[in-house]
């Protein structure tokens, strides 16, 4: 693709559309994994004793595992599904406008 071809695709508004979606559903989802994390430390730092406490009186796992692991399970899960929608909606529009593109082009 050449420069001209590509500042078409680039100036095309359902290229800018798709863009700004998927930029916003980028920081959404960054925002989503943040305010996780963010909320996991402030626990730790403000209510250790909730973490550390064991899970069965007998048992010697605590909440803070479970708490931990769901985190970091939670954010996978999270960006696969950014990952999942990046590359199947987003990337359909784009070479939807290329097509485009490339058709006009011609």
Known sequence: MDKQTARRVLDDPE???MARQKA???WGFSAVIL???LAYIWVIGSSPDL???P???DGITTWGIYVGIFVIVFSFVTTGIY???ANGKFEKMTKQVIDSVMEDKA
């Open 55 to 57: 899970v069965s009186a």
């Open 83 to 85: 990952v999942t929608i």
């Open 35 to 37: 305010f996780m994390y």
């Open 24 to 26: 916003l559903l980028g």
């Open 51 to 53: 973490l550390k406490t």
């Open 15 to 17: 290229f800018q559309k």
